[in-house]
């Protein structure tokens, strides 16, 4: 069952001031992308984020929040859809 309605994975920066332009607003890091992609496909995506999510090497603590977020984010949209097309 198609509800028609867009899944996304948001990710919105806590702040950004408007004097000066964020280093991830001159890097497009803030801009909203959707995409479709078939389950199969999103499975794959799912364990790609998991996978560097285990192996993050360290660095920038940001990054692993991100990618902890994206890997709840495609988590919901994984089962929101299976529930929805009755396939769980």
Do not use: H
Not at 17 to 37: L, Y
Not at 41 to 67: F, H, M, S, T
Not at 68 to 75: G, K, T
């Amino acid at each position: 069952m198609d509800t028609g309605r867009k899944r996304a994975i948001d990710y919105v920066p806590k702040e950004q001031s408007s004097a000066i332009m964020s280093e991830s607003r001159r890097s497009g890091d803030d801009i909203p992308v959707t995409f479709t992609c078939s389950v199969g496909a999103l499975r794959e995506l799912l364990k790609c984020v998991e996978d560097c999510y285990r192996r993050w090497p360290g660095g920038d603590p940001n990054e692993q929040v991100i990618l902890e977020n994206m890997r709840a984010s495609l988590y919901v949209i994984l089962y929101d859809t299976l529930l929805e097309n009755d396939l769980v």
